[in-house]
């Protein structure tokens, strides 16, 4: 089961690392990807990773600013968030693909965490 952990309320311009952690079962062998809903809008992919941490992908609103990661040895995947907009407010998920290599189609993705939330105040 994927827990998403590392969220809370920071300024406009402030950093949060949030972790995503797999307890019963390894995903060494699986793409991971985050994504992220804010209020009233739909999901909407942030961020993924191959199995072996070689190919990312970033959504062109966090290019730049964010940085995806994986510890194989820790079964856990990070997102590094970096100059955080009033905008980045959202309960951000994890989830791991079907597939090593990572996609932005959340259709791809078969196993999803509770999501952290990220209060971005401006």
């Known amino acids: 089961q994927l827990q998403a952990c590392g969220g809370g309320l920071v300024q406009a311009g402030g950093s949060l690392r949030l972790s995503c952690t797999e307890s019963?079962?390894?995903?060494?062998?699986?793409?991971v990807g985050w994504f992220r809903q804010a209020p009233g809008k739909e999901r909407e992919f942030v961020a993924a990773?191959?199995?072996?941490?070689?190919?990312?992908n970033y959504a062109d609103s966090v290019k730049g600013r964010f940085t995806i990661s994986r510890d194989n040895a820790k079964n856990t995947v990070y997102l590094q968030m970096n100059s955080l907009k009033s905008e980045d407010t959202a309960v951000y998920y994890c989830a791991a693909n079907r597939f090593a290599v990572p996609k932005s189609d959340s259709r791809s993705y078969i196993y999803w965490g509770q999501g952290t939330l990220v209060t971005v105040s401006s």
């Open positions: 019963k079962r390894a995903f060494s062998n699986n793409a």
């Open positions: 990773i191959s199995w072996n941490g070689g190919i990312t």
